[in-house]
């Protein structure tokens, strides 16, 4: 996964293959590698895939919030001299997607969201009150997915790390609230854009119902659902994501 890490300027991203270009946007506990499943299809099928790393925990408390990642990504394709690019978020990143979907809407050809905030914000907020006790913490990455194994030890002992910092622990508190503030059910409906809404259907973190919500106020959204699937697609079922994702982009002439 590193090989492919670039920084320049003050972008630091995944980049790999040849083709139109799908941007994937992280969520608040989402490494990189969240998305090899996906990384590894598209550009064999014709797609490049970027990943930034989102500047989640190194801008000031004060600038740390949805609209200020939404800039932050028109800046990285702007970097990248993209005209038009397809964005798709997972979480904290599909809110993120929305937001830049709604600020910046020549720019994104199509959206992808999956178990995306935006909407419902329940369980962000509160997903993080102790720190210290690693057990708590499993449990709660645990509850992620629909199969507990999911949430292998690397993925909880990053959890643990962040929630156990004090910096992120109030810059990861900052976002959610961001995130609450932020509600997108006034946007949606004048939102043009093509979206596909992937949604698992046991996800605890923004349930069905959500995803029921974004394709009844998105105009021209279609809505699939992943079944044994907890909050994070990608990562639980990537063949079936991808599938589900590539016959939807060759299906609208994406």
Same mark, same amino acid.
């Given at each position: ?8 300027? =003050? %972008? ?9 270009? +799908?941007? +994937? ?10 998305? *090899?499943?996906?990384?590894? &299809? ?7 895939? !970027? ?20 800039? &932050? ?12 690019? +397809?964005?798709?978020?997972? @979480? ?23 178990? @995306? ?15 210290? *006790? ?10 992620? %997915?629909? *199969? ?20 992120? !622990? ?7 609230? @961001?995130? +609450? ?17 992937? /949604?698992?259907?046991? *996800? ?19 809505? &699939? /659902?992943?079944? =044994? ?18 016959? /939807? ?6």
């Amino acid at each position: 996964m590193k090989d492919h890490l670039r920084q320049e300027g =003050k %972008f630091t991203y995944l980049e790999k293959g040849e083709g139109t270009p +799908i941007v +994937i946007l992280h969520g608040l506990m989402g490494g990189l590698s969240n998305f *090899d499943g996906v990384t590894s &299809y598209f550009p064999e099928n014709g797609y490049k895939v !970027l990943i930034p790393e989102l500047p989640l925990y190194s801008m000031s408390l004060l600038k740390t919030s949805v609209g200020t990642f939404a800039k &932050y990504l028109k800046e990285f394709i702007d970097f990248k001299g993209y005209e038009k690019v +397809i964005l798709l978020g997972n @979480s904290l990143g599909g809110h993120i997607a929305l937001l830049a979907t709604k600020m910046f809407p020549e720019t994104v050809e199509a959206l992808v969201i999956t178990g @995306s905030s935006g909407l419902y914000e329940n369980a962000m907020g509160e997903s993080y009150p102790r720190r210290g *006790d690693y057990e708590f913490i499993k449990k709660k990455a645990e509850a992620v %997915f629909y *199969d507990p194994k999911v949430a292998t030890k690397e993925i909880v002992d990053e959890v643990y790390e962040t929630v156990s910092d004090r910096n992120k !622990l109030v810059k990861t508190l900052a976002i959610a609230k @961001s995130a +609450i503030r932020h509600n997108m059910a006034k946007d949606l409906p004048k939102m043009q854009t093509p979206t596909c809404v992937i /949604w698992g259907k046991n *996800d605890s973190v923004t349930p069905p119902e959500v995803a029921e919500d974004f394709q009844r106020l998105l105009p021209d959204a279609d809505l &699939y /659902w992943i079944d =044994k699937c907890g909050h994070a697609a990608m990562m639980e079922h990537p063949e079936e994501f991808n599938q589900i994702l590539h016959d /939807w982009l060759k299906g609208r002439d994406i």
